[in-house]
Antibody
Framework: EVQLVESGGGLVKPGGSLRLSCAASGFTFSSYSMNWVRQAPGKGLEWVSSISSSSSYIYYADSVKGRFTISRDNAKNSLYLQMNSLRAEDTAVYYC????????????WGQGTLVTVSS | SSELTQDPAVSVALGQTVRITCQGDSLRSYYASWYQQKPGQAPVLVIYGKNNRPSGIPDRFSGSSSGNTASLTITGAQAEDEADYYCNSRDSSGNPWVFGGGTKLTVL
C-alpha cells in the first residue's frame, strides 16, 4: 500500500524557516516524480513545487520561487521542502503527492502538514 | 502559467445527476483529473485520463472532455458525494501542474 506521510509543520514567525519532510513507502520512490501542493485555510489547492525522479528537473510556483527549495533522498525514500523567508500567505496545509506512472495525474497524496506563519 | 476555471458552487438534489465543469487552455492538450476533498481530509483522485476511475471509486462518477472544457458527472448523487471537487491537469505553459479553483458540491 502506498503511503506518504508529511511532517515538519508548525508555527513559525514571518521571515523564519521550516523544513517539511515526506516519508514514502509502498512503491519504488526513486522511479517517480514528486510534488508539493498546498492549501491555505478555506482556499483551493495550489501547486508549489515538483522534482523529477533523479532530481534532474525542478520546478517552483512563482509565489515561492527563490524562497523554497525542493529536494529528495532516494536512499531514504524521502521528499523535502525547505521553506525560507516565510510569509503569512504561506500559511497552509502542505501535501506531498506522487505522479502517476505516466506523469499525467497525481495519484497518491499524503494527509498533509499544517504550516502557520504568524507573529 | 495556465489557469483552470470552475464554478465555485453547485447543488444537486439527492439521486439526481450533476455536472461539474472545468475550463482552460491546457485542457486542449491534456486530460483533466478530478479530486474529491471532504472537510479536514486530503484530496482523493476520482477520475483520471479520458474517463478512468481508481479502484474503489463508485461508477456513478464519470468524466468527459471537449475542446477546452472537462466535465465531471455524478449520476445519482448521494449524500456522501457532498464535497469540494478540484480539476487538475498538466500545465501547457511551463509549470508541471495547474489546479482549478474548486467547486463546492451540495447535495440537497
Amino acid at each position: 500500500e502506498v503511503q506518504l506521510v508529511e511532517s515538519g509543520g508548525g508555527l513559525v514567525k514571518p521571515g523564519g524557516s521550516l523544513r517539511l519532510s515526506c516519508a514514502a513507502s509502498g512503491f519504488t520512490f526513486s522511479s517517480y516524480s514528486m510534488n508539493w501542493v498546498r492549501q491555505a485555510p478555506g482556499k483551493g489547492l495550489e501547486w508549489v513545487s515538483s522534482i523529477s525522479s533523479s532530481s534532474s528537473y525542478i520546478y517552483y510556483a512563482d509565489s515561492v520561487k527563490g524562497r523554497f527549495t525542493i529536494s529528495r533522498d532516494n536512499a531514504k525514500n524521502s521528499l523535502y521542502l525547505q521553506m525560507n523567508s516565510l510569509r503569512a500567505e504561506d500559511t497552509a496545509v502542505y501535501y506531498c503527492a506522487r505522479d502517476s506512472d505516466y506523469g499525467d495525474y497525481l495519484v497518491h497524496w499524503g494527509q498533509g502538514t499544517l504550516v502557520t506563519v504568524s507573529s | 502559467s495556465s489557469e483552470l476555471t470552475q464554478d465555485p458552487a453547485v447543488s444537486v438534489a439527492l439521486g439526481q445527476t450533476v455536472r461539474i465543469t472545468c475550463q482552460g487552455d491546457s485542457l486542449r492538450s491534456y486530460y483533466a483529473s478530478w479530486y474529491q476533498q471532504k472537510p479536514g481530509q486530503a484530496p482523493v483522485l476520482v477520475i483520471y485520463g479520458k474517463n478512468n476511475r481508481p479502484s474503489g471509486i463508485p461508477d456513478r462518477f464519470s468524466g468527459s472532455s471537449s475542446g477546452n472544457t472537462a466535465s465531471l458527472t455524478i449520476t445519482g448523487a448521494q449524500a456522501e458525494d457532498e464535497a469540494d471537487y478540484y480539476c487538475n491537469s498538466r500545465d501547457s505553459s511551463g509549470n508541471p501542474w495547474v489546479f482549478g479553483g474548486g467547486t463546492k458540491l451540495t447535495v440537497l
